[in-house]
């Protein structure tokens, strides 16, 4: 099924290991994608929740941005408060 786009979405742990790869160094990837899967799972249901509706109703209408709002300020403020203790 097609999702609305959010490079935070995939639970797999194939993702976890590429952005490992990616971000060496860069821990701010890594520590969003944690906080995602443990700290904001509410915010990501409640968004996963609304892509299901939005891609059910065959009207055309529905967004999911406050939705998305909300899942990317939780991650945002969870990610916060862990990457400053990775910087050296």
Known sequence: SSRVPLDLGCH?????????KMSEGDQM???????????C??????????VARVEADTTGKGACQGQLFDLVKCIDACAAKKVFKTLK
């Not at 797999?12 to 490992?20: A, F, I, P």
């Open 12 to 20: 797999s742990v194939k993702k976890v290991q590429t952005l490992k």
């Open 29 to 39: 990837p890594i520590i969003q994608e944690e906080c995602r899967k443990s700290f």
């Open 41 to 50: 799972m509410k915010w990501q249901a409640e968004y996963d929740a609304c």
